[in-house]
């Protein structure tokens, strides 16, 4: 099956002459029979099932065979013919034994040759046989049984980890000395495959109500469609690459404001979704998708202008993905490139919240008349994702780390800051029950805008520009707009540390202390954050909360 196959625009083609087409001018209206090429020469038919009967004596092509064994429907069928075409086109050999991967590649929906007839016939050919869909399911049953298999064994292994971890514990626990056979386990262990544990963050992602949540922000979705669009002369003719693109909205705002190329990246299932809404967009010739970690996959480009990535997760940090973006800008970002968003801010303030602590607290100690404090087990141990009224922050707002897109190193994302908050005089009689943490999002023209100071908030740096439009931000702290991302709440653990009650005498006073971000042992994308506190003069206390 390697006869070679016309140039569509060659002399002894005859796709581009019109004789061979149906005339719609005709005087005599009467309708010429179509001309459907031969899949594996030039040769003209004027029935599908002549064409393929002809190839298939031929050279052994059996396109209805082929079409039947991988099931593939109108579009899967389109892609078979292009692919059958292409490779006669460029004088290489058809594969006998073509499978579903020779054709997931959307570029295949795109005909090779013009005006193609056998794609307009494809809804006459011969419906698959009882045979042929028995055959085909039970090749689907191997292929299930073989990847059941794989799982199985897979299975088996993490269980062995399992099970030389335990024993190796039990070992230590009880002091037992066969140092020997504990060598040999963990030797064991080391060789076993480990399973990602970020694959229930990936799992996450691949369904529609995650990302209908995200869209519907009108705060996020907004500022990246506002600074793309409004910033157009950024990414006219650049490359751009979409780290976690989702649905692929980012990158089609990056198309349409006139990108010459768009890479969108996206380790989740989504993207086979966001492959969809790019073609149905049109925007496919722009857009290219890879599926995979941006750690793993191999680009086809080696450097990009422009990284645009969504990645901000609660208290910022959640879910490590800044991680990967950090990479990528290290190993693909051109000099001078731009990061959008390019910088942000973390934000912490003191907390009294009578009316929380009574809802949500308290409540527990008298639900119907019946005490429930087994239900207060561990209540202090978490952070809390809330929207939180500005009014219940009895001091003022610390700013306690600046994080610089463009230069900020991986190994800076744990850390250990101060922060220091002025108390107010109107919580006389409350107590100080809590810290509440946010971040702010700015999005800068340029990686050496200086005008994006650590101090200044979200809303007091769009405000400076001279229109709306210049300057892109967004906060998603207590004096906004509420986000997806909400506010993270740290409830002080009010059986274990000592209760501050304010007084009107602490008016003006000073509380501060460290914060501290720390990654989540087991939990590779969550973190534990520790909060040091103290009024001036006072000793300070401390409590570590999680967010997994």
């Known amino acids: 099956m390697s006869e070679s196959y016309p140039d569509r625009n060659s002399d002894t083609s005859s796709s581009g002459d019109e004789a061979e087409w149906v005339d719609t001018n005709r005087e005599d209206d009467e309708e010429e029979p179509l001309a459907i090429i031969s899949l594996v020469d030039d040769r003209v038919f004027t029935d599908a099932p002549s064409m393929l009967s002809y190839c298939k004596d031929k050279t052994g092509l059996d396109f209805i065979g082929v079409r039947d064994k991988l099931g593939l429907d109108f579009h899967g069928s389109v892609k078979l013919i292009n692919f059958i075409r292409q490779r006669v086109h460029d004088g290489k050999e058809v594969p006998s034994d073509i499978s579903a991967s020779d054709l997931e590649d959307d570029s295949l929906l795109k005909p090779v040759l013009e005006d193609d007839a056998l794609i307009l016939c494809l809804d006459d050919l011969p419906e698959p046989t009882p045979e042929t869909k028995d055959k085909g399911e039970r090749e689907a049953l191997l292929q299930t049984n073989a990847e059941l298999r794989a799982e199985l064994e897979n299975l088996s292994k993490q269980f062995s980890n399992y099970r030389l971890a335990v024993q190796k514990t039990l ?40 990302h209908e949540v995200m869209l519907k922000d009108a705060i996020r979705t907004d500022a990246y469609r506002d600074f793309i669009y409004s910033h157009k002369d950024l990414f006219a003719g650049k490359t751009v690459l979409d780290i976690g693109c989702g649905t692929g909205i980012l990158s089609m705002f990056c198309a349409k404001a006139g990108a010459a190329r768009v890479i969108a990246v996206d380790r989740s299932d989504i993207l086979d979704k966001a492959r969809e809404n790019i073609f149905h967009n049109g925007l496919d010739g722009i857009i290219t998708c890879v599926k995979g970690c941006i750690e ?39 000099p001078g490139g731009l990061l959008v968003p390019s910088h942000c801010s973390m934000w912490v303030a003191p907390v009294s919240d009578s009316e929380y602590i009574s809802d949500h607290i308290t409540y527990w100690r008298d639900v119907y008349g019946f005490d429930m404090q087994a239900m207060q087990a561990g209540i202090y141990a978490d952070s809390r994702v809330e929207v939180t009224p500005p009014q219940t922050l009895c001091g003022t707002p610390s700013m306690f780390r600046f994080l610089d897109l463009h230069t900020v190193k991986t190994e800076e994302l744990v850390f250990k800051a101060q922060w220091e908050s002025t108390l107010s005089d109107k919580f006389a009689g409350d107590n100080l029950d809590g810290f509440l943490v946010w971040f702010d999002i700015f999005f800068g023209r340029s990686r050496d805008d200086v005008s994006i100071v650590p101090t200044i908030t979200a809303q007091e740096w769009t405000a400076g520009g001279k229109t709306k439009e210049e300057r892109v931000s967004f906060t998603t702290g207590p004096f906004g707009t509420p986000t997806h991302w909400k506010q993270i709440l740290f409830l002080i653990d009010a059986k274990n540390k000592k209760i501050r009650e304010l007084t009107e005498a602490d008016k003006g006073k000073k509380v501060g202390g460290g914060i501290e971000y720390i990654t989540a042992e087991g939990h590779a994308r969550g973190l534990n954050i520790k909060i040091g506190w103290a009024v001036e003069g006072e000793q300070e206390q401390e409590q570590t909360w999680l967010l997994h």
Request: glycine share 2%; hydrophobic share 35%; no cysteine.
């Open 296 to 334: 793993d996959v191999v680009l086809p480009v080696s450097q990009v202008d422009i990284i645009v990535s969504e990645w901000m997760g609660y208290a910022l940090l959640y879910e490590a993905m800044l991680n990967s973006v950090l990479y990528a800008r290290d190993k693909y970002l051109a």
């Open 171 to 210: 070992d230590e626990r009880w002091q037992a000395d066969e140092a020997d056979d504990k060598s040999k386990d963990g030797e064991k262990a080391k060789d076993e495959p480990k399973k990602d544990s970020s694959e229930y963050y990936f799992e996450s992602y691949a369904h529609n109500d995650i």
